[in-house]
């Protein structure tokens, strides 16, 4: 089992390892880019993603590359006002747009990789082409490091996130080309119910224990397991401990999230008997509303 920290600042990295996390399994690199009108150069984001990793003491940090966009608002890449940010140019959309940015993100994390343990995540992916693109430009950031005689680790583990159901219903080619993966449930709640995570309005109806946001979840962790790939969530549900019975009823192994929530989690694996879970979880994923689901899961917790 893998307790890790979902981190948005280099020194988090001290509070995760205090926290009892294994790793870091998320660092959000867009701090590094918000509240300020210029962009962060190759050396700035290297010193950031090289303290976490150092801070981790050989612990894996996952980091993962700019998600702007959406309700991650970055001042010094706004162009024109998109009338659905959500579906727009957002993370791997807009790096992919804007090649010479992504690079340099890439080579400050591949610099990084050489002072501990990093691994790359890559978010928002729903094109096969999208991955291919991703890697070839990892590829091009590594060759650029080789000339400059940059020392970086070859082997880093290259991930991708699940937060769109495009990329869950294709879990099998993400674990083709894709060292690991992780759920972003924030995400995959948003688009698979078609609710805006940041509207006030719709929030009642952004239900994590929606039958169809579980049946991605669940589909996604077969896959990633049957290819012997790695597989984590590292949305809000991973910190939720009314949820890590359901996650472990589905053969989830690997759990990130905001180090506060780590000691409760525990608590709940420590008290889970995994083996007696896994097939009452698959009848609960055959129920009709979230409601439902609910209600299996109490009593599923409560006569464990
Ligand atoms: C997610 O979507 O679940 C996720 C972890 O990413 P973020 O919350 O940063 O969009
Ligand atoms: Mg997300």
Same mark, same amino acid.
């Given at each position: 089992?893998?307790?890790?920290?979902?981190?948005?600042?280099?020194?988090?990295?001290?509070?995760?390892?205090?926290?009892?996390?294994?790793?870091?399994?998320?660092?959000?690199?867009?701090? #590094?880019?918000?509240?300020?009108?210029?962009?962060?150069?190759?050396?700035?984001?290297?010193?950031?993603?090289?303290?976490?990793?150092?801070?981790?003491?050989?612990?894996?940090?996952?980091?993962?590359?700019?998600?702007?966009?959406?309700?991650? &608002?970055?001042?010094? #890449? +706004?162009?024109?006002?998109?009338?659905?940010?959500?579906?727009?140019?957002?993370?791997?959309?807009?790096?992919?747009?804007?090649?010479?940015?992504?690079?340099?993100?890439?080579?400050?994390?591949?610099?990084?990789?050489?002072?501990? &343990?990093? +691994?790359?995540?890559?978010?928002?992916?729903?094109? &096969?082409?999208?991955?291919?693109?991703?890697?070839?430009?990892?590829?091009?950031?590594?060759?650029?490091?080789?000339?400059?005689?940059?020392?970086?680790?070859?082997?880093?583990?290259?991930?991708?996130?699940?937060?769109?159901?495009?990329?869950?219903?294709?879990?099998? #080619?993400?674990?083709?080309?894709?060292?690991?993966?992780?759920?972003?449930?924030?995400?995959?709640?948003?688009?698979?119910?078609?609710?805006?995570?940041?509207?006030?309005?719709?929030?009642?109806?952004?239900?994590?224990?929606?039958?169809?946001?579980?049946?991605?979840?669940?589909?996604?962790?077969?896959?990633?397991?049957?290819?012997?790939?790695?597989?984590?969530?590292?949305?809000?549900?991973?910190?939720?401990?009314?949820?890590?019975?359901?996650?472990?009823?589905?053969?989830?192994?690997?759990?990130?999230?905001?180090?506060? &929530?780590?000691?409760?989690?525990?608590?709940?694996?420590?008290?889970?008997?995994?083996? +007696?879970?896994?097939?009452?979880?698959?009848?609960?994923?055959?129920?009709?509303?979230?409601?439902?689901?609910?209600?299996?899961?109490?009593?599923?917790?409560?006569?464990?």
């Amino acid at each position: 089992m893998q307790l890790q920290a979902n981190i948005e600042r280099p020194e988090e990295a001290a509070r995760a390892l205090a926290a009892g996390a294994s790793g870091v399994g998320l660092f959000r690199t867009e701090f #590094l880019f918000m509240n300020r009108r210029d962009l962060p150069g190759e050396d700035e984001q290297f010193e950031a993603y090289r303290e976490a990793v150092a801070g981790m003491d050989g612990r894996p940090v996952t980091i993962r590359t700019l998600d702007v966009g959406a309700d991650k &608002s970055v001042p010094a #890449l +706004r162009g024109s006002t998109p009338q659905n940010p959500a579906l727009g140019q957002r993370a791997i959309r807009y790096c992919l747009a804007e090649p010479e940015v992504f690079l340099e993100q890439l080579r400050a994390i591949l610099r990084a990789s050489a002072f501990g &343990s990093a +691994r790359l995540l890559l978010p928002m992916l729903a094109h &096969s082409h999208e991955i291919d693109q991703a890697l070839r430009l990892v590829e091009l950031a590594r060759e650029q490091l080789r000339k400059r005689g940059q020392s970086f680790d070859a082997a880093i583990a290259i991930g991708g996130m699940v937060e769109v159901p495009a990329a869950a219903l294709t879990a099998g #080619l993400f674990v083709r080309k894709l060292d690991f993966l992780s759920i972003g449930t924030n995400d995959l709640i948003q688009y698979t119910l078609a609710i805006d995570r940041s509207d006030h309005d719709v929030a009642s109806l952004y239900e994590p224990f929606h039958p169809a946001v579980l049946r991605l979840i669940g589909m996604t962790i077969r896959t990633a397991r049957k290819a012997g790939k790695p597989v984590a969530v590292c949305g809000e549900m991973a910190g939720d401990w009314a949820a890590t019975h359901l996650l472990l009823g589905m053969g989830l192994t690997e759990f990130s999230m905001h180090p506060a &929530s780590l000691l409760r989690v525990k608590q709940e694996i420590l008290r889970a008997d995994t083996s +007696r879970l896994a097939p009452r979880v698959t009848r609960l994923l055959a129920a009709d509303d979230p409601l439902q689901v609910r209600a299996l899961l109490a009593r599923l917790v409560e006569d464990h």
